[in-house]
């Protein structure tokens, strides 16, 4: 039981300790002054908490609604090379920068890819003039995505940790003030840094959101097509021959490839099965006049070599 009541008193008295540093007044000591000078000075700039109202209230974020805009479009146009030159200058005059650009040769027509950023609330203006350029419009399309919440998260963490660094510069003033003890300026300032650290964080999160949503984004695809002519040939005899011709060559290399196949390939395949069945032949053939010439020998023969009819 006792030992019990000890775990419990020590944690009560360290946080009366605490509170008690923290409501205290400054005290006029000597070695405070000097203490207070070994401190990094990296707290120094930072020092003075933010000023109320700074930062706006989630509501007023939530009614201004932060929306990532993406436009994508695939173009064909008469001429890459004057499209591009008249689109970074729209984009200039736009206020906006262009963030890639890849152009390339594909069989003897120019091919591009270009990125932009403009400012969202000229985006359909925008993209009307580059349409403007177009033969042909391919594929449009166009996208929104809707980061209000996230930034509304952000704010309402960001007003916590700067709420919680105030407390920590207040807390460390009072600590290096009071006990002076390295280790407990050291534990609050190690405190203080990260909380420092994800605030840091934090607001260059939300630097990203503002720019990607005060600047639209689209992506132009650009290819060049020969335009077709408007009247169709008729019947032409040079190209007729020069078909027939290929034809003929055609049909006379597959006429040579097959005279080589059948002497390299299929006669050596063929003469052994060939001289085998000829050999069967000629061998059934002279056993077959073998037999005849015994018979003959075996039968009577009439004077002057006649042979006798059976009745």
């Known amino acids: ?17 605490l509170l008690a540093g923290c409501a205290a007044k400054p005290a006029t000591s000597s070695d405070g002054s000097h203490r207070q000078a070994s401190l990094p000075a990296m707290l120094a700039p930072t020092a003075a908490p933010a000023a109320a109202g700074a930062t706006p209230a989630p509501e007023a974020i939530r009614d201004a609604r932060k929306i990532i805009l993406t436009t994508n479009l695939q ?4 001429d890459t090379d004057k499209t591009i030159a008249a689109i970074k200058g729209e984009v200039g005059a736009q206020g906006g920068y262009v963030a890639q650009a890849n152009v390339w040769r594909e069989e003897n027509l120019l091919s591009a890819h270009l990125t ?21 419009i391919e594929r449009e399309e166009s996208t929104g995505q809707d980061v209000t ?17 105030k407390e920590l510069r207040e807390l460390l003033t009072s600590v290096r003030e009071k006990t002076g003890k390295a280790e407990d300026i050291m534990a609050v300032y190690r405190e203080l840094v990260n909380i420092r650290g ?9 630097q990203y959101l503002d ?13 060049e097509r020969q335009p077709e002519p408007i009247d169709r040939p008729g019947w032409q005899p ?36 060939v001289l085998a069945l000829w050999l069967i032949w000629l061998w059934s053939r002279r056993r077959a006049a073998r037999r005849r010439q015994g ?7 009439l004077p002057g070599g006649a042979v006798p009819r059976a009745t």
């Not at 008193?9 to 946080?15: A, I, K, S, Y």
């Open 1 to 17: 039981m006792k030992h019990s009541w000890r775990v419990l008193l020590w944690p009560g008295l360290l946080l009366a300790l």
């Open 295 to 301: 018979a003959d020998e075996g039968k009577p023969q």
């Open 75 to 78: 173009l064909v146009v008469q």
């Open 238 to 273: 040079m190209q007729t021959l020069r078909r027939a011709l290929s034809a003929l060559v055609q049909a006379a290399k597959f006429g040579v490839d097959a005279a080589i196949w059948l002497v390299v390939f299929v006669v050596p395949l063929l003469v052994i099965p």
């Open 198 to 206: 994800q605030i840091d964080q934090l607001k260059g999160r939300q």
């Open 211 to 223: 720019r990607m949503t005060a600047m639209a984004t689209i992506n132009l695809d650009l290819s």
């Open 116 to 136: 932009v950023h403009v400012p969202a609330d000229k985006l359909d203006a925008f993209v009307a003039v580059v349409k403007k350029y177009a033969l042909r």
């Open 149 to 165: 919440e996230e930034y509304v998260d952000l704010q309402a963490q960001l007003t916590n940790l700067e709420a919680a660094e």
